[in-house]
C-alpha cells in the first residue's frame, strides 16, 4: 500500500492515462485531474470511447466516478417545419447562417455543436422564450 500523498498521484496519473486513451488532450486531462486534485467534481467531452463499460471500469480502478451524458440530437429541419419557418427565417430568428441551417438539414453533414445546438435544444423546448432571449442580448 502506497503511502497517502503516493497514492493520491498514482491515482491522478491512472485518470490521465485513462482520459488519454479515449481521445482526451493531454490538456483536457490535466485539467481533469486537477479539479479532481482539488476535490472538484470535472467534466470532460470523450472524442471516442470504444467500450463504455470498460472505460467505466477504468476509472472505477483509478476510483473515479463517471457520469455519462449523451447530447440529444436536434432534428433541426423537423423542429424548423414544426414551426412553420423557412430555412432563411429560421436562421435569421435564431442568430445562424442560412447556411448553417442547409448543411445541419442535410444528412451525412456536421449537426450543430456547443452554443448552437444549446440555442436548438432552448428552442425545442420553448421557442417563444429562446427568441425572446436572443434579441435582449442583441439589444443590450
Not at 485518470?15 to 486513451?21: E, G, S, T, Y
Not at 490538456?27 to 472538484?40: D, H, I, K
Not at 463504455?52 to 473515479?64: D, G, I, P, S, T
Request: hydrophobic share 45%.
Amino acid at each position: 500500500m502506497l503511502p497517502p500523498e503516493q497514492d493520491r498521484l498514482q491515482r491522478l496519473t491512472d485518470v490521465m492515462v485513462v482520459l488519454a486513451d479515449a481521445g482526451a488532450s493531454s490538456r483536457a486531462a490535466r485539467n481533469v485531474a486537477e479539479q479532481l486534485a482539488l476535490g472538484r467534481a470535472a467534466y470532460f467531452t470523450a472524442p471516442r470511447i470504444d467500450d463504455l463499460e470498460q472505460f467505466r471500469a477504468k476509472l472505477c480502478a483509478a476510483r473515479v466516478a463517471l457520469h455519462v451524458l449523451k447530447p440529444s440530437h436536434v432534428d433541426v429541419k423537423q423542429l424548423r417545419e414544426s414551426l412553420g419557418y423557412s430555412q432563411a427565417e429560421f436562421a435569421g430568428l435564431l442568430g445562424f447562417t442560412l447556411d448553417s441551417v442547409q448543411n445541419w438539414e442535410q444528412p451525412n453533414r456536421p449537426k450543430p455543436q456547443g452554443a448552437a445546438l444549446t440555442i436548438l435544444r432552448m428552442a425545442q423546448k420553448d421557442f417563444d422564450a429562446t427568441i425572446r432571449l436572443i434579441a435582449e442580448s442583441q439589444a443590450a
